[in-house]
């Protein structure tokens, strides 16, 4: 069993060394491994069935998967795995970036807002 991981750079790590496994799979089948496009467009395969999987937890479609919360647990991996080799890709320092992007957002969504009466409100949705 694999040892627990605990850092966003252990995780890449993890996710890294999958990827070579599929690249090492594809090379022996004679095929081409994926890069950086086709990793966004297996991304995006995986949002939609992600989509799917909530879309059933809530009630708005028939559940295919038996264990459902499995199933979710899996393709919310699965999305976690295409972004931390996308940010690897492009080399994103995603740590860093997402709390960046968090702080802008938290002030956005708190600073004094100006009405149409040109008085300030908070911002009430995000």
Known sequence: MAKAVKTLPQLTARA??????????????????????????????????????????????????KDLDAALAHELADCLWSILLLADAYAVKLEPAFLTTMRLLEEKLTAPRRTKTGQTSRARRV
Request: glycine fraction near 12%.
């Open 16 to 65: 890294r060394r999958i990827r070579e496994l599929y690249t090492a799979q594809a090379l022996a089948a004679g095929t081409r491994p994926w890069g950086p496009a086709e990793l966004a467009q297996g991304f995006v395969g995986d949002v939609g069935d992600l989509t799917k999987l909530v879309m059933a937890k809530e009630g708005l479609r028939p559940a295919k998967a």
